[in-house]
């Protein structure tokens, strides 16, 4: 596609149930990231993926977050079990060529209830 | 590890005047690039500028331009003839040349007033 898509925009769950949230990265692009934005954390690195395997899940806060992704393009993010501490903006990118710069999707709003 | 310092949270400019957005940062890391990115309410990032350490000349884009003091591990962005369309968040990064991850600033919001 033109851009990164992510999907859904906005989710608002209950404590204690499990969420997906879809990212589609700019056709051709190998590189993919997945960062956490939150008003008192600022922005955090969760994952990145070259191609489907994703050689640094350091960033990743608990073993309730995992990710995935198939065929070197559509990627997801899993949380289990979810806390209010998890609400956030979840922000994907994806790049072409590493240090030149990301394109970011608008993010998925998840609001934890 | 890299650490990126924005001091200055809100700044405010007024149209057709140039705003200069300040950010340090640290790292043990020859090599490495420098982001200027810009989030409006919309969420998205938006790259605004790059610089590679390497080089000495200021990277410049239309009316944003840095001022990049590598000794000093300093990176501040200029806007000039500010425009009500850059009111947004605006976030400094570095980036290893060895990695891949961005690290980012907490952000700067600025204010564009008629």
């Known amino acids: 596609g033109a851009g990164v898509s992510q999907s859904p925009s906005n989710k608002v769950t209950e404590k204690g149930k499990d969420v997906e949230l879809r990212c589609d990265p700019i056709?051709?692009?190998?590189?993919l990231y997945w960062y956490r934005q939150s008003l008192g954390q600022g922005l955090e690195f969760l994952i990145y993926?070259?191609?489907?395997?994703?050689?640094?899940k350091s960033g990743l806060p608990s073993d309730r977050f995992s990710a995935e992704r198939t065929g070197g393009s559509v990627s997801t993010l899993t949380i289990q079990r979810t806390q209010q501490e998890d609400s956030a903006v979840y922000l994907c990118?994806?790049?072409?060529?590493?240090?030149?710069?990301?394109?970011f999707g608008s993010g998925t709003r998840l609001t934890v209830v | 590890a890299q650490t990126v310092t924005q001091s200055q949270p809100e700044m405010s400019v007024q149209e057709a005047e140039t705003v200069t957005l300040s950010c340090t940062y640290d790292?043990?890391?020859?090599?490495?690039?420098l982001f200027w990115y810009k989030q409006p309410p919309s969420r998205q990032m938006i790259l605004v500028i790059r610089?590679?350490?390497?080089?000495?000349q200021n990277a410049t884009e239309n009316r944003f331009s840095v001022n990049f003091q590598k000794a000093a591990k300093s990176f501040s962005l200029k806007i000039s003839d500010s425009q009500l369309g850059d009111a947004a968040m605006y976030f400094c990064?570095?980036?290893?040349?060895?990695?891949?991850?961005?690290?980012f600033g907490k952000g700067t919001s600025l204010l564009v007033t008629p």
């Open positions: 990118a994806s790049s072409f060529i590493e240090n030149y710069g990301y394109t």
């Open positions: 056709s051709g692009h190998t590189a």
């Open positions: 993926f070259q191609g489907n395997s994703a050689p640094d």
């Open positions: 790292t043990s890391e020859s090599d490495y690039y």
């Open positions: 610089q590679e350490a390497y080089k000495q």
């Open positions: 990064a570095i980036e290893p040349n060895s990695g891949y991850a961005l690290n």
